[in-house]
């Protein structure tokens, strides 16, 4: 069946640093990707999206390249700020289904 | 405008007890969801509900139950509260299998 698998965290990072929080996916058909990220005590809000093979999904400095020969869609920001802090999470839609693959979530926290 | 709403935001409760919580989304979306959130993030899917078609993830138990009175809506019941019912619930919408809009939350206390 379908999944979804991002590294574990926590991440902790300085302030500035580079990001990057791997996902990998499996699918049997042609999948919608997703970044969503939940800050304290929030719902999880839409971050990114890339539909087909090659897409670059992009928002607030933050990039993701839809992977079909890796089955990748890695999460990349250049220099993170305090206010990313957050978690992170990876996830799959397939078209021809009913369903929302979600992946177990990255914790991300920023320190000046 | 709130897209996805939730009521309450918080519910502290005894066990045994039986409880509500409402989801109202005004994006017009045709697809309803409920997630249980624990502690450690983990967010796994309870039921997903079209007009059409109520999907209930097997590992939920019978005392949980969505009910949805009209496409706008989709309220979760939940009987004979146990202390492993504590956790947050969210509920999210969406267009067929577009991306999920979620709503803010209801933090559950079981006690």
């Known amino acids: 069946g379908d999944s979804v698998t991002q590294m574990e965290g926590p991440v902790t990072l300085s302030e500035e640093a580079f990001l990057t929080i791997n996902c990998t996916y499996t699918?049997?058909?042609?999948?919608?990707l997703f970044w969503y990220v939940q800050y304290p005590g929030e719902g999880l809000q839409l971050l990114l999206k890339a539909t087909k093979a090659d897409d670059k999904g992009s928002n607030k400095g933050f990039e993701a390249t839809y992977r079909k020969e890796t089955t990748s869609f890695h999460l990349e920001k250049g220099s993170v700020q305090v206010s990313d802090s957050a978690v992170y999470f990876c996830a799959l839609s397939e078209r021809s289904g009913n369903q929302f693959y979600f992946g177990t979530g990255t914790s991300l926290t920023v320190i000046p | 405008d709130t897209a996805v709403s939730q009521t309450p935001k918080y519910l502290v409760t005894q066990m045994g007890n039986d409880k509500s919580i409402k989801c109202e989304q005004n994006?017009?979306?045709?697809?309803m969801y409920w997630y249980k959130q624990d502690s450690k993030k983990f967010l796994k899917i309870m039921f997903s509900?079209?007009?059409?078609?109520?999907?209930i993830n097997e590992t939920v138990p019978n005392r949980f139950s969505p009910k949805s009175p009209d496409k706008a809506h989709l309220n979760l019941h939940i009987n004979s509260l146990e202390l492993g019912d504590s956790a947050v619930y969210f509920c999210?919408?969406?267009?067929?299998?577009?991306?999920?809009?979620f709503g803010p939350g209801t933090r559950l206390t079981v006690t």
């Open positions: 699918a049997t058909g042609y999948p919608s």
């Open positions: 994006l017009g979306h045709d697809t």
């Open positions: 509900y079209n007009n059409k078609e109520l999907i």
């Open positions: 999210a919408s969406s267009r067929g299998t577009h991306e999920q809009y």
